[in-house]
């Protein structure tokens, strides 16, 4: 398959995000800029359909106890690594969390952190696109920084 083709999938995928389509793209030995700009836009087309996502499988599983149990634990975790953000900073702690480059930071734990903490979309979309520029340029320094510095050993 066509590296830029799987950077921009990695890049729309819950686990891996943009944090590993840019390495992949780069690595596969395509433009950075046009790399970053693909992988930026396939990570931000997602957001949409991850909050309706949220929405139509709460509202078709929350009857189900083991649907329940899950859901409550996995948004009581979210809620307490993105709460102090948006606590203390408000709508720019949002996509600061977002722009973290760590596991479980990104688009996708944003999007559901906006929907349980009951952020409006519009706002919540706005944060999210910040931090996952912001994330995508990280990556693509630290990506590129490591590539040279490989070349040169």
Do not use: Q
């Not at 389509?21 to 992988?39: D, E």
């Amino acid at each position: 398959m066509n590296g830029l083709v799987i950077a921009v999938l990695l890049s729309m995928a819950p686990l891996t995000e943009l944090r590993a389509g840019i390495p992949v793209g780069i690595a596969a030995g395509y433009n950075p800029v046009l790399v970053f700009v693909l992988c930026y836009l396939a990570n931000v087309a997602v957001l949409p359909v991850v909050f309706v996502f949220f929405e139509f499988i709460h509202r078709r599983f929350m009857h189900h106890d083991g649907y329940r149990s899950r859901f409550d634990r996995y948004m009581e975790r979210t809620r307490r690594k993105v709460h102090p953000y948006v606590e203390k900073y408000g709508i720019p702690g949002f996509a600061l969390f977002v722009a973290l480059p760590l596991p479980g930071t990104g688009a996708w734990t944003g999007m559901a952190a906006a929907w349980f903490l009951g952020m409006s979309r519009p706002k919540a979309f706005a944060a999210v696109a910040v931090g996952v520029f912001a994330a995508g340029l990280l990556v693509m320094g630290v990506t590129l920084g490591g590539f040279r510095l490989l070349s040169i050993i």
